[in-house]
């Protein structure tokens, strides 16, 4: 079956009792059994229910995986695989990344003996510098939070393999319907389901996709022992969202790259990072492992960082808020909401500055959103 046939149908059965075309969702904690330890597959709503089953195998056919989990929140299922490792264990990472995967890595995981490098991931040479006998991990993201860098999945699997150490990438960015790493080497997939695959800011959730069968079942095991599973009306909610992906998927792109043109083509604008771009350094990896180039872009516009907060308040349709991937398009300032604790040492190095503005393009209509953005440029000079 072809992508969008998949999003509407993979792991989904009308419900056998009442021949109901949208899996159920199933509100109960528990379910009765025939005799100790003889049930129909269920038993106890943390280990498993059939709305998150449904959904599990829905995900993990649209990353072209073997297994599918799903978690409470994006954050739930990256602390699902760095519980994997143990202390001494080394990670080497993208040092452009979301500023909650930072915090986890360093606030959290560090203190428990981790450790974890921080290398410029676009030269997949660095990430071989970096690693040594304890690398276990290879951690990316691409396109990246927020500067939308772009990383050479295939090129990052082929060292991580000859070194034995597992490769991990956050896929949220891109969704698996213009991006599934699993074909390009990956190990395990990661998403926010909160954004592109729920797609209507209505819900917070995570997900894994992989092929590995122990490593499955060892994961597998984690969800249930730890618990930071999603409730079943969560599950409805992102597989709701994917059935529409490949739609809203298009709308973005096409919105995203005529916005990034006329941002591109503007006078009072410093600099935009959309992979989309010819000029864009990540353009040539990106056309060659995504089948277009997303909706998310960040910008600078002349003037610093004053007039780059102020432009961020003055947009009419583009909402100030957290998060990404919904309907609606959202503006964020990076330095003060999603990667505010990244060191300001460690976010120079990056070139993630004040005046750094992150665009969710939606799906609205995209005149309307460039006569937003143009008025809002206007707004920002006084």
């Known amino acids: 079956m072809k992508f969008s046939t998949r999003a509407i149908h993979a792991g989904q059965e009308p419900d056998p009792a009442t021949g109901a075309i949208m899996t159920p969702v199933y509100l109960t904690s528990t379910y009765v059994q025939s005799e100790p330890g003889k ?7 943390r280990s498993n229910h059939p709305t998150r089953l449904a959904l599990e195998r829905n995900l993990a056919a649209l990353e072209e995986a073997k297994h599918g989990l799903c ?18 264990d080394h990670v080497v990472s993208g040092h452009d990344l979301y500023g909650g995967t930072y915090r986890l890595f360093e606030k959290v995981y560090r203190g428990w003996g981790l450790e974890f490098s921080f290398v410029d991931a676009t030269d997949p040479k660095n990430v071989a510098r970096a690693m040594g006998p304890r690398t276990k991990q290879v951690w990316l993201e ?45 190990d395990i997939v990661i998403h926010s389901t909160t954004k592109y695959l729920g797609g209507h800011s209505d819900v917070v959730g995570g997900a894994l996709a992989l092929n590995d069968d122990a490593m ?21 909610l992102v597989m709701r969202g994917t059935k529409t992906l490949a739609v809203r998927m298009r709308q973005h792109c096409e919105n995203a790259r005529r916005i990034a043109a006329f941002l591109d083509g503007h006078k009072e604008v410093d600099q935009v990072n959309y992979p989309g771009l010819a000029s864009n350094p990540g353009h040539e990896v990106a056309r060659r492992q995504m089948s277009d180039f997303g909706g998310m872009m960040s910008l600078c516009l002349k003037g610093g960082h004053e007039r780059n907060v102020k432009f961020s308040t003055r947009t009419k349709i583009f909402a100030l808020a957290e998060s990404l991937g919904g309907v609606e398009s959202l503006v964020g300032h990076p330095l003060t909401m999603t990667h505010a604790s990244i060191p300001e040492e460690q976010r120079k190095k990056l070139g993630l500055t004040g005046g750094l503005v992150r665009l969710s393009v939606g799906i609205e209509d995209v005149e309307d959103l460039m006569d937003d953005l143009g008025q809002a440029i206007a707004a920002s000079r006084s």
């Open 39 to 45: 049930h129909k597959g269920f038993d106890y709503a």
């Open 71 to 88: 978690f409470a929140s994006g954050l739930a299922a990256e602390s699902t695989v760095l519980q994997l490792l143990k202390p001494g």
């Open 142 to 186: 691409t396109p990246t939070n927020p500067l939308l860098t772009v990383v050479d999945i295939a090129a990052i699997a082929a060292i991580a393999r000859s070194k034995g150490a597992t490769v991990v990438v956050d896929n949220t960015f891109a969704s698996p319907f213009l991006q599934q790493p699993i074909r390009l080497g990956a």
């Open 216 to 236: 499955f079942e060892r994961l597998k095991f984690l969800q249930n022992a730890v618990g930071a599973v999603p409730g079943p009306l969560d599950c409805f």
